[in-house]
């Protein structure tokens, strides 16, 4: 029997406009699965995002990787729900990437609900650059991102295409286990100050400055016949392990597939959800020797090792979870157009940015950081011509079972995740980040330390807009699971 637990709706001053796209049942309904992976990898040379300047790729050491799930709610039989997600090995999904998809599916499939369709990013640093004008990118010889994009986009809408036709009846699962994967990366000293990846090792080291989440949300999806055919793994920790090489690499997701469809066969879909992780990464901060001595005595790379935990939890998980299996789920989707305020430059921080950019400009292939700082000079600039526009995003809000989805297109510190998981009434809440464009949302405490991630140029929302954000999902999550008496 599904557990209904409930909390009062939340009630608060919203800064935000919204438009609900779909109310949703709670109703038991037959479930149809379809899933469906397909290679986003370029056949040429293409530059690799996530870095502060231009990589161009050499080759390929693991593919990168788009793998759809759809799952429709059916109520004597009628369709009363729908819901299609899209895990891409890329570092994020730029509005323009998603709406240019979205057309391509609705060329494919007239009249289709694009608007359920979610993608994101596994902040995979060795996938393809996605926007224009970011890096200085030869013009010969190399892919340049807009072709990439239609690339990209074809490739995704044939695959929701592909799941969408072949779905059937099914059943889904769900359980968690626990990964010792994600590190906090900020650092603080005693004067206060932080520092992404700081020396741990300065006299004047204070502390890590926050939360780690260890926990591997997971669900899993059967057939008629009881064969596992998709399962999603929700991890909160970027996948950067190898973020600074010149090669096409999925980095640890490709391992955890691999692993995963060597036990349970090679056409098993397999979904890399990152969780709230703005301030983690699998890099390690301290003990870094220890560490490397015992995978050397065990034969093991840092891939390896990751993808060893990843997979330990995913087994725990399932163990439970197979016992436990839902045909008859309701399920709902709701979307949301949401604003928030957008985090203010001040004038120190605005002067600090021209620096950097007249001392930039003197200097050769620094394309990447001028085009960063100079994000903060137009605010600063819209700001004194009172202009700036709030922070447009699309809020995803999913109910199957006793299970909540909620994603945001941020880096999204993990004490906002925390806080949504908390208060959430689900039994489990799932929140993933970088279904969109990126940009970190700093937690309370990062925007005071300072530092990468935390700063002007790193954050188009702060720490107000992300209270909002919390609200918000709370608020729309708790809608879907009704009050009893």
Not at 73 to 95: F, Q
Not at 390 to 396: A, F, G, I, Q, R
Not at 430 to 451: D, E, N
Request: with cysteine; proline share 5%.
């Amino acid at each position: 029997m599904l557990v209904r637990q409930s909390l009062p709706r939340l009630q608060f001053i919203l800064l935000a406009t919204c438009v609900c796209l779909s109310s949703a049942p709670t109703t038991a309904a037959e479930l149809l699965i379809g899933a469906a992976s397909t290679s986003i990898t370029p056949e040429q040379p293409i530059a690799l995002w996530g870095q502060m300047h231009t990589r161009i790729s050499t080759s390929v050491e693991s593919p990168c990787t788009a793998t759809v799930l759809v799952l429709e709610s059916v109520t004597d039989g009628k369709a009363t729900d729908s819901t299609i997600l899209v895990s891409c090995d890329a570092v994020a999904i730029p509005d323009h990437v998603r709406d240019k998809t979205r057309e391509q599916v609705a060329k494919r499939m007239p009249g289709f609900p694009v608007n359920k369709i979610i993608l994101n990013g596994t902040h995979t640093h060795t996938g393809p650059v996605m926007t224009e004008g970011i890096y200085e990118i030869p013009a010969d010889g190399v892919m340049q991102p807009a072709a990439y994009v239609d690339f990209f986009a074809e490739q995704v809408a044939e695959a929701i295409v592909t799941a969408w036709n072949t779905r059937r009846p099914g059943q889904t699962s769900w359980g968690l286990g626990h990964a010792a994967v994600a590190h906090n990366r900020r650092t603080v000293y005693s004067d206060g100050s932080a520092a992404m990846y700081g020396a741990t090792s300065r006299p004047d080291f204070h502390m890590i400055e926050g939360y780690e989440d260890h926990t591997v949300e997971c669900l899993f999806f059967w057939d008629a016949d009881n064969k596992l055919i998709a399962t999603t793994l929700n991890l909160a920790c970027p996948s950067q392990e190898v973020e600074g090489g010149s090669a096409v690499n999925a980095d640890f997701w490709h391992q955890v597939r691999e692993s995963l469809r060597a036990t349970h066969g090679n056409d098993l879909h397999v979904l890399a959800w990152t969780g709230a992780a703005g301030d983690q990464s699998p890099h390690l901060m301290f003990r870094q020797k220890a560490e490397e001595r015992m995978r050397n005595l065990r034969g093991i790379n840092r891939l390896e090792e990751i993808s060893r935990r990843i997979v330990g939890a995913w087994k725990e998980a399932l163990e439970g979870a197979e016992k436990d299996k839902y045909s008859d789920v309701p399920m709902s989707h709701v979307v949301e157009n949401l604003e928030l305020p957008r985090r203010e430059v001040l004038e120190r921080e605005w002067k600090l940015a021209q620096e950097k950019i007249a001392d930039l400009s003197q200097q050769k292939g620094k394309q990447t950081l001028l085009y960063w700082h100079g994000g903060v000079v137009k605010r600063y600039e819209n700001q004194l011509a009172g202009t700036v526009e709030p922070y447009k995003m699309e809020l995803h809000v999913i109910r199957l079972g006793d299970i909540a989805i909620a994603t945001n297109p941020f880096e999204l510190f993990t004490d906002y995740g925390i806080q949504m998981k908390t208060r959430s009434p689900a039994l489990q809440t799932f929140v993933i980040q970088l279904a969109g464009p990126g940009t970190y949302l700093p937690s309370s405490r990062a925007a005071q330390g300072g530092g990468y991630s935390a700063i002007a140029e790193s954050n188009e929302v702060g720490p107000e807009g992300g209270k909002v954000l919390v609200e918000r999902t709370l608020e729309q999550i708790n809608a879907l699971w009704p009050a009893t008496k």
